[in-house]
């Protein structure tokens, strides 16, 4: 099983801040990662796909990067309704597997 | 419009078999796959199996022995059948659909609560 590594698990900021979510995978998943947005009593929503394709109806704000095992996610201007965990999941390979989650805060 | 919804018993005994039922509009399963994905209360994703647009399924080996998935096409309904439930099976489930590899939609989730 590919094992995803997600870091930081939590993260406070400022708004109007950039923020950065890292996810490691424990192999190369050549770019095949989608990032989610979970709301507290929400289901998780797409925000990212194919690592770096932002999802329809999702802010600008929000961007992806990465390559090979490493990927993140940026955040710009962070704001209220930003409060969320954010997870990656790869899709490279089943089982598809998930970070473990960063839950974001505003300080 | 894409909806799916799980319904099912919010409730189960230990050692009891769990029933869920995911009801999809808007969104044909004999073009795509319907996955289902569980989240202990306040802990992260597990996925836990699939049917494929032909119908044939995939599941999560940590729950293959327990795990049974399927569908009435005819009713846009997709089922996960659990066996054997402990403890550790309380989670929100979801329903989720894939069209090209990642889960696009979700449905709202159901709690499933094993306990005497």
């Known amino acids: 099983d590919i094992r995803m590594t997600q870091s930081p698990a939590s993260l406070s900021a400022s708004l109007g801040e950039t923020v950065n979510i890292e996810c490691l995978a424990s192999e190369d998943i050549y770019s095949d990662l989608a990032w989610y947005q979970q709301k507290p009593g929400k289901s998780p929503q797409l925000l990212i796909y194919n690592a770096n394709s932002l999802q329809n109806g999702v802010p600008s704000r929000f961007s992806g990067s990465g390559s090979g095992t490493q990927y993140s996610l940026k955040i710009n201007s962070l704001q209220s309704e930003d409060v969320a965990t954010y997870f990656c999941?790869?899709?490279?390979?089943?089982?598809?597997?998930f970070g473990s989650g960063t839950k974001l805060e505003i300080k | 419009q894409v909806q799916l919804k799980e319904s099912g018993p919010g409730l189960v005994q230990p050692s009891q078999t769990l029933s869920l039922t995911c009801t999809v509009s808007?969104?044909?399963?004999?073009?795509?796959?319907v996955h289902w994905v569980r989240q202990p209360p306040g802990k992260g994703l597990e996925w836990v199996g699939a049917i494929w647009s032909g119908g044939s399924t995939d599941y999560n080996s940590a729950l293959k022995s327990r795990l049974s998935i399927s569908r009435d096409t005819s009713k846009s309904q997709v089922f996960l059948k659990m066996n054997s439930l402990q403890t550790e099976d309380t989670a929100i489930y979801f329903c989720?659909?894939?069209?090209?590899?990642?889960?696009?939609?979700w449905g709202q989730g159901t709690l499933v609560t094993v306990s005497s």
């Open positions: 808007g969104f044909s399963l004999t073009s795509n796959s």
């Open positions: 989720t659909g894939i069209t090209l590899g990642w889960f696009a939609y």
């Open positions: 999941q790869q899709y490279n390979n089943y089982p598809l597997t």
